[in-house]
Structure formats: C-alpha cells, structure tokens
C-alpha cells in the first residue's frame, strides 16, 4: 500500500524567507501527487497536483514543487514567504489500480511565519 | 456558494448518543469521500462511495456507518459515540482527474 511521510513536523521561516516542506512516498508505480494547505477553521485547499509531464509543477499563491522520482520525494517550495503563509500543509498520494481516487495523506507540517 | 457543504459544522454529544453528519456538494461528481482529522495523524478515510450504488471501506470504519442518499449527498454516522471519536470530520469529493475538493469539517466532541 501506497505510504506517504513528512518529516518535518513543524517548521518556523522568518516573512521574506524562502521555505521548503518535504515531502517523500512510498508507491511502485508512478503515483499522483498533490499539496494541500489548511487554515486555521478551514478545509483543505488544493495548491498544486502532479500527474506526469513536467515534473516541476506550479500552484497557486507562489508555491512549486518538484517530482524526483529518484528521491521519492515531491517537496514544495516558495522563494519569499508571507504571513499569509502559515498554515498546515498535507502532501497526499493517489496510487492507481484498485485505489484510483483514494488519498493517502502525510501527518502534516505546521508553518509557523515570524515578521 | 461553497461546492461542498457539512451540517452540523460544530457539534458536541454525549457517549452513546447516534449522531449523523450530512455532507452536500454541488459539483456534479460521483465520487464522495468521509475523512477525520486527528493532530499529528493527518487525514485517515473512513468511507468512500465512487457512486450512489458504490461504498467502501476505508482504513477506520469500526463505529461509522454512512448513507449515500442521492449523488449530491453523503452522510456519516456514529451509531454509539464514544470519546475517542472526537475529531475533526471532513468530507470531500471528486471528478474523474482525482483531485478532491474538501468541505469545511465538522468539529465533533464527544463526552
């Protein structure tokens, strides 16, 4: 079964800094992957998905991330950081097959924004 | 107006209470999706149904039930809430690319 693991719990930039979450999974194949960000009382919000192709991607609100299919990983990344910015954010992965269209979800990493 | 809506959005109950949680979306897709939320466990799937006649099992079902009642709507239950079922709930759902689009949670505490 498809895993998906970030290792960094809780992580604190200063506004203006550059930031980067990572993000690593577990899957034979291919898989789907994508960022979610969650405000404080809110839903999850889609940032940005992978499927094939190019494999750095962009999303929304200055955020990429880049598929390494050597490394397993899919980190996001943003050059400058705004307060705006934090909040909890899940990497998740869709394997194929019999699972099509079920999310595995990371545990999450809290983005704390210092001014 | 959202595309996917919960009711209640906040809700405390008291153990052994039957509690539902109802979920509507208005994105026309088949696919519908039950999520909690626990701190530091990220999102773990307790239900899926991939069309009205369709429902699974995800990886913690033990004390939920769910209905899909129409395409549009899906509703979780608890048939005998006990505390450990407090968390946050999520439904979502989905189109044919596989991203899913998440409602806003209902916060459940049960005493």
């Known amino acids: 079964a498809q895993s998906v693991t970030q290792p960094d719990i809780h992580i604190t930039v200063s506004e203006g800094a550059s930031l980067e979450l990572r993000c690593n999974y577990s899957?034979?194949?291919?898989?789907?992957l994508f960022w979610y960000v969650q405000s404080p009382g809110q839903g999850l919000q889609l940032l940005l998905k992978y499927f094939s192709g190019d494999t750095l991607v962009q999303g929304i609100k200055g955020f990429e991330a880049e598929f390494k299919r050597s490394q397993s990983s899919f980190n996001l990344r943003k050059p400058s950081v705004h307060w705006s910015d934090a909040a909890e954010y899940f990497c998740?992965?869709?394997?194929?097959?019999?699972?099509?269209?079920?999310?595995?979800f990371g545990q999450g990493t809290i983005l704390t924004v210092h001014p | 107006d959202a595309d996917v809506t919960q009711t209640p959005r906040n809700r405390i109950t008291k153990t052994g209470k039957r509690i539902m949680l109802e979920c509507s979306q208005t994105?026309?897709?088949?696919?519908m999706y039950w999520y909690r939320q626990d701190p530091g466990l990220g999102l773990r799937l307790i239900y899926y149904?991939?069309?009205?006649?369709?429902?699974n099992k995800g990886e913690i079902s033990d004390g939920y039930s769910v209905s899909r009642q129409a395409q549009a709507k899906f509703s979780l239950s608890l048939e005998s809430a006990i505390p450990n079922q407090t968390a946050l709930y999520f439904c979502a759902t989905s189109g044919p690319g596989g991203e899913q689009y998440f409602g806003p949670g209902t916060r459940l505490t049960v005493t």
């Open positions: 149904s991939f069309d009205v006649k369709d429902i």
């Open positions: 998740a992965v869709i394997a194929g097959g019999t699972s099509y269209g079920k999310l595995t």
């Open positions: 994105k026309g897709h088949d696919r």
């Open positions: 899957y034979g194949a291919t898989p789907y």
